[in-house]
C-alpha cells in the first residue's frame, strides 16, 4: 500500500470521485457478512496482505474455512513496519497513513481497538529546496516569484495549487452537478489522458508542468492517467490523515492474531489447477512441495507475482492480457536514524520537503517518541523512474547518497546520523512493484477483466480495487470476494463437510 500523494488543494468538493463504499460493506464490519445457511466452504487464499486476511477473517467468522498461503514469514503484504533501528523506534516501509474518508479502513482499526493519531500532511513552516535554494512553503506561498521555473505570463506570482485548482474547476463543477454519476462521465471523457496530456489541454507551460510535477511529487507519474489523480484529490483523500499509533503493521497482525491456526507462512504458491468441482492450490515450503484443495480459491498476489503461476486450465484472455498490461508503480523509501530530531528545532512535526534533488521528497515524522531523542526521517520517498534508480542501487549506497542530499537542506544531519534502512518494492520479489498505476485507457481497457473470477478463482488486491495504492483498496477487494464466496452455491458435500 504505497499511499501516493500531492497533497490537499483549494476548492475540491467533499464527495469521493471513486465510487463510495457500499453500505453493506461498511456493515460487515462489526456483524460479519449476513448469515446464510448451508454448508461450509473450504477456501484457498494465496497471499496474506490485507486481501487475504480480511477475505479469511470474514469467511471464518461465517463459519467457513480458509487456509491462507503466505510465501514470507510475516503477514501484511504491503504494510511492511521496519523495526531495525533503537529500541523503540520504527517507521514505515510501505503504507503509513490512513484518509478519513477511507472508512472502512478505520471501521477495522475500530473493531480491533487500535489508536488512531492525525499524520501531519501539511507544515507551512517545511523547507522547500529548487534549484539549489532553500525557502519555506510559507515563503514559497506567499511569493510565487521565489519559483525557479520559466512561467508563460498568466501563470507568473500563482502557486501550483491555484494552477492545478482552475485547471479542474470544470471537472469539479461536473462532479457538483452529476454528483455519482459523474464516476462514468469523467471516466469516459478523461481515462485516455495522462496527468501531462490533461494539463497541457488546460493551458500550462512547460514551466508550469514542470513546476506541479516538482512540488506536488508526480514528476516521475506525469505519465499514468489522469482519472487516478482526479479519483484521489477530488475524493479528498490527502486531508484530515490519520496512522496507527506504533506502527501501522498492528493492522495486519490483529487480523493474524484471529488467524494464526489458518495461516501457513513459507509457503510458495506455484500452481493453481480447478475443475467443476474444487481447486487445488500447489506451494512449496523449505521441506518439499504439497497442495491443498478447496471450493474455492481467492488470489491477492500481485500481477507481477500472478505472471510465474501456472494455472491449469488457462486463464481467460483478457485475464493475461491484464496480467501482462497491468503498470505497476516502483516506490523506494530511505530512513535515516538520527541521534537528535534536529528538524523540530526549525519547523516542528509532521509534513514533508519537495526537492529536486534525487531524494525528491523528505517525510518528517508527525510524532515524537516518547522520553527519546532520537528519532528516523524518511530521507527519500520516490516513485517512478525516481524509485526504480534508488532501487538499482545497493543498500548502502543508497543511504550514503540519501544521506548526501539531505546534508543540502540540513546540514546537521551529517553530525546526527547513526544509520538507516530502505526498501525498494520494485526490487520486492513478493510485490514487484508498489501499487498499480493505471496508464491512460487501462482503466477502460483492462478494470472488467482485473476483478473477474475465472471459475472457481476469485482476484482481490488493491489492484483490483478502484482504490490503488491504499489500505482501503486491498479490504474492499478482499471483503467483496469474500461475500461473492459465501452467496455462492453451497458445495459438495465432499468438500464442504470438511
Request: aromatic share 8%; proline share 6%.
Amino acid at each position: 500500500m504505497g499511499d501516493a500523494t500531492i497533497g490537499s488543494l483549494p476548492g475540491m468538493p467533499s464527495p469521493a470521485l471513486a465510487p463510495p463504499i457500499p453500505a453493506t460493506v461498511l456493515r460487515t464490519v462489526p456483524a460479519g457478512l449476513e448469515p446464510r445457511p448451508g454448508l461450509r466452504k473450504r477456501v484457498v487464499i494465496i497471499g496474506a496482505g490485507m486481501a487475504g486476511l480480511v477475505a479469511g477473517f470474514e469467511l471464518a467468522r461465517q463459519g467457513h474455512e480458509p487456509v491462507i498461503l503466505e510465501a514470507q514469514n510475516r503477514v501484511g503484504g504491503r504494510i511492511y513496519t521496519l523495526r531495525s533501528f533503537a529500541p523503540g523506534l520504527y517507521a514505515e516501509a510501505g503504507a503509513m497513513r490512513i484518509p478519513r474518508v477511507h472508512r472502512l479502513t478505520l471501521e477495522y482499526c475500530h473493531l480491533f481497538g487500535l489508536q488512531l493519531r492525525p499524520f501531519v500532511m501539511d507544515n507551512p513552516r517545511a523547507p522547500v529546496y529548487l534549484a539549489g535554494r532553500r525557502m519555506t512553503l510559507e515563503q514559497l506561498d506567499r511569493d510565487p516569484s521565489l519559483i525557479p521555473f520559466e512561467l508563460a505570463a498568466h501563470e507568473r506570482g500563482r502557486t501550483y495549487a491555484e494552477l492545478w485548482a482552475e485547471a479542474t474547476r470544470e471537472v469539479r463543477e461536473l462532479y457538483e452537478q452529476k454528483g455519482e454519476a459523474a464516476h462514468t462521465i469523467l471516466g469516459r471523457l478523461y481515462d485516455q489522458y495522462s496527468i501531462r496530456d490533461f494539463l497541457k489541454q488546460q493551458g500550462f507551460s512547460e514551466g508550469a508542468v514542470e513546476l506541479f510535477g516538482v512540488l506536488s511529487y508526480r514528476e516521475a507519474n506525469l505519465g499514468a492517467s489522469v482519472v487516478e489523480q482526479l479519483r484521489e484529490i477530488l475524493g479528498r483523500a490527502f486531508e484530515d490523515m490519520q496512522e496507527i499509533a506504533g506502527g501501522m503493521d498492528l493492522l495486519p497482525n490483529a487480523f493474524y492474531q484471529r488467524l494464526r491456526r489458518q495461516v501457513r507462512l513459507g509457503a510458495q504458491v506455484v500452481a493453481v489447477d480447478q475443475n467443476a468441482d474444487h481447486v487445488t492450490v500447489h506451494y512449496k515450503t523449505a521441506s518439499g512441495t504439497y497442495a491443498e484443495s478447496g471450493d474455492y480459491c481467492i488470489c491477492t498476489v500481485p500481477f507481477g507475482v500472478l505472471r510465474h503461476l501456472d494455472f491449469v486450465p488457462h486463464l481467460s484472455k483478457g485475464k493475461y492480457r491484464a496480467i501482462r498490461s497491468l503498470n505497476y508503480n516502483p516506490s523506494t523509501k530511505i530512513l535515516l536514524q538520527v541521534r537528535h530530531r534536529f528538524w523540530e528545532q526549525h519547523h516542528g512535526t509532521g509534513g514533508a520537503t519537495p526537492t529536486d534533488l534525487p531524494i525528491r521528497r523528505i517525510v518528517y515524522p508527525s510524532h515524537a517518541p516518547a522520553d527519546e531523542e532520537r528519532g528516523v526521517l524518511l530521507a527519500s520517498y520516490t516513485w517512478g523512474q525516481d524509485a526504480a534508480r534508488w532501487g538499482a542501487l545497493g543498500p548502502a549506497e543508497r543511504i550514503a547518497l540519501a544521506l548526501k542530499d539531505v546534508a543540502k537542506i540540513h546540514p546537521e544531519v551529517l553530525r546526527e546520523v547513526e544509520g538507516g534502512a530502505s526498501h525498494a518494492w520494485y526490487n520486492d520479489p513478493y510485490a514487484v512493484g508498489a501499487f498499480a498505476l493505471f496508464e491512460p485507457g487501462q482503466e477502460t481497457a483492462l478494470h472488467g477483466d482485473i476483478v473477474r473470477p475465472e471459475g472457481r478463482i476469485h482476484f482481490a488486491g488493491e489492484h483490483t480495487s478502484l482504490w490503488h495504492a491504499w489500505i482501503q483498496g486491498a479490504l474492499e477487494s478482499g471483503t467483496r470476494a469474500a461475500a461473492a464466496i459465501h452467496e455462492a452455491p453451497e458445495p459438495s458435500a465432499a468438500h464442504g463437510s470438511r
